[in-house]
Nanobody, 124 residues
Framework: QVQLVESGGGLVQAGGSLRLSCAAS????????MGWFRQVPGKEREFVAA????????RYADSVKGRFTISRDNVQNTAYLQMNSLKPEDTAVYYC?????????????????WGQGTQVTVSS
């Protein structure tokens, strides 16, 4: 079992930036891919970005491509989501998640461990 703790959320104006962090413990960090998802009240949780266990492969939702960057530090056991050019529609609770293998995936059911979420609010 993997324990995940997100941090870095907050309130930012449109056009601003935030960096989310996800600290992991419990398994060898490089053995599993990581993902970021987000959810607003009344809507389903949606995929944002994912990275393979080695960090060599990344994948993004079309809505964030070119603005968000996912990365990981396999020494510090931490994944990151750098969010630039933020828009009000990026407002959501952001969750990090760990999959069961190193291979990159982008579907919710493939992720077995989840953090508690961190709120990101973008004002217009």
């Amino acid at each position: 079992q993997v324990q995940l703790v997100e941090s870095g959320g907050g309130l930012v104006q449109a056009g601003g930036s935030l960096r989310l962090s996800c600290a992991a413990s419990g398994r060898t960090f490089s053995n599993y891919a990581m993902g970021w998802f987000r959810q607003v009240p009344g809507k389903e949780r949606e995929f944002v970005a994912a990275i393979s266990g080695s960090g060599s492969s990344t994948r993004y939702a079309d809505s964030v491509k070119g603005r968000f960057t996912i990365s990981r530090d396999n020494v510090q056991n931490t994944a990151y989501l750098q969010m630039n050019s933020l828009k009000p529609e990026d407002t959501a609770v952001y969750y990090c998640a760990a999959s069961s293998s190193r291979i990159i995936i982008d579907y919710i059911s493939g992720f077995r461990s989840w953090g508690q979420g961190t709120q990101v609010t973008v004002s217009s």
